[in-house]
């Protein structure tokens, strides 16, 4: 448990900020749909419920990745690097 802790206090790379971000605002979005004081058409109100399940997701999975798993740009140490030859 407080590896999971741990995950969401380490820093979050920026493309995922900007993804928690996005998905904050579809949840939200889709909050503001399935509570509206009107009566809204079903596919509407079907729609805000997509909107609120995808923006959680992307939001969690936005929140516990942290720096050390983005490996853009990261060079490994030894063995294959794809292109068949061996350092």
């Given at each position: 448990?407080?590896?999971?802790?741990?995950?969401?206090?380490?820093?979050?790379?920026?493309?995922?900020?900007?993804?928690?971000?996005?998905?904050?605002?579809?949840?939200?979005?889709?909050?503001?749909?399935?509570?509206?004081?009107?009566?809204?058409?079903?596919a509407v109100v079907t729609?805000?419920?997509?909107?609120?399940?995808?923006?959680?997701?992307?939001?969690a999975v936005s929140q516990?990745?942290?720096?050390?798993?983005?490996?853009?740009?990261?060079?490994?140490?030894?063995?294959?690097?794809?292109?068949?030859?061996?350092?």
């Open positions: 448990m407080s590896e999971i802790i741990d995950r969401v206090k380490a820093p979050t790379p920026k493309f995922f900020k900007v993804l928690r971000n996005i998905g904050l605002i579809m949840a939200g979005v889709g909050t503001v749909l399935l509570t509206a004081p009107v009566s809204l058409p079903a729609l805000g419920g997509y909107l609120v399940t995808a923006g959680g997701v992307a939001t516990i990745t942290n720096i050390s798993d983005d490996a853009i740009g990261e060079k490994k140490e030894g063995g294959s690097d794809g292109d068949g030859n061996s350092p």
